[in-house]
T-cell receptor, first 114, second 115 residues
């Protein structure tokens, strides 16, 4: 089984709808991240969390919110989706510096907002 | 703020040949990691190689090696004996020790290996 899973894998929604992307991990890592990938821009950080009570904004958090329900679960919500939020979204986990800061990525969620 | 720049949006190489992908970065930090990630058409992000800034020796992983020039803030990836399975998007990424492990990514280089 995959260590980092994301649901759904693909989603098409309409402008103004609320949508939640979910991420689960079995690696036992405390650190979790949400990134967004756009062509020509690489991946950009939306939010990150070091534990259930520690959530931080990243580079492009406007229009997004997150919830860390447990060590293993980190959800990303778009309260009112807009077309320029169409992108590929990745969740990642890390064991921190003690684990060489390596991040492990989920398979991604392709989101299309019409 | 840190930035990572990949100035080659697309590259191609013949199978079995060697190719080098460029990456430069800007930071005032002294302690950091640098990474190369591969993203094949499956879109999965796969770690290729990692370099710690305090290590002078360039990292190698089988056919993949880096040329890390700390003073020049350059971190290029060399792929030797290119294989068709190396066809992918490659991302250079930076993470400072004191910034929670956040990755700063470059724009990506799309590599095509031709038979």
């Amino acid at each position: 089984d995959a260590d980092v899973t994301q649901t759904p894998r693909n989603r098409i929604t309409k402008t103004g709808k609320r949508i939640m992307l979910e991420c689960s991990q079995t690696k036992g890592h405390d650190r979790m991240y949400w990134y967004r990938q756009d062509p020509g821009l690489g991946l950009r950080l939306i939010y990150y969390s070091f534990d259930v009570k520690d959530i931080n904004k990243g580079e492009i958090s406007d229009g997004y919110s997150v919830s860390r329900q447990a060590q293993a679960k980190f959800s990303l919500s778009l309260e009112s989706a807009i077309p320029n939020q169409t992108a590929l979204y990745f969740c990642a986990t890390s064991g921190g510096l003690s684990r060489n800061n390596e991040q492990f990525f989920g398979p991604g969620t392709r989101l299309t907002v019409l | 703020a840190q930035t990572v720049t990949q100035s080659q949006p697309e590259m191609s190489v013949q199978e079995a040949e060697t190719v080098t992908l460029s990456c430069t970065y800007d930071t005032s930090e002294n302690n950091y990691y640098l990474f190369w990630y591969k993203q094949p058409p499956s879109r999965q992000m796969i770690l290729v190689i990692r370099q710690e800034a305090y290590k002078q020796q360039n990292a190698t992983e089988n056919r993949f090696s880096v040329n890390f020039q700390k003073a020049a803030k350059s971190f290029s990836l060399k792929i030797s004996d290119s294989q068709l399975g190396d066809t992918a998007m490659y991302f250079c990424a930076f993470a400072a020790y004191n910034q929670g492990g956040k990755l700063i990514f470059g724009q990506g280089t799309e590599l095509s290996v031709k038979p």
